[in-house]
């Protein structure tokens, strides 16, 4: 049976994704339920402004130090909007995967 203690001390998930234009790996996590609430208020938009901005606190929120700190923060963002955008897509489109948050990971059929 699990502990208050077990949970605390839980790490949220990574996982290595490659970034061709960056010449190599970053790991991206899950999603806190605090960030993923935050984040929610960017989605749904159809004004450019606010579907990059979507897209580049997804990143700040989803990739991550070996350690399990963030990479980046909000002080980046002029950084990554300045980026390869294929590059940036992608590794949106994959924080949002792994965090079941896409329609390609809603249309997966669930496991057993």
Avoid: C
Wanted: without cysteine.
């Amino acid at each position: 049976m699990l502990k208050l203690s077990d949970i605390q001390g839980a790490k949220l998930e990574t996982k290595s994704v490659k970034v061709e234009a960056w010449g190599g790996d970053v790991l991206i996590q899950k999603l806190s339920v605090t960030k993923r609430d935050d984040l929610q208020q960017y989605f749904g938009s159809e004004d450019k402004a606010r579907m990059k901005e979507a897209a580049l606190r997804t990143i700040i929120a989803g990739v991550a130090e070996e350690s399990g700190s963030a990479m980046f923060s909000e002080e980046h963002m002029e950084m990554l909007g300045d980026q390869d955008g294929e590059a940036i897509q992608k590794l949106f489109g994959d924080i949002l995967d792994f965090n079941g948050m896409s329609k390609k990971s809603s249309d997966e059929p669930e496991k057993s």
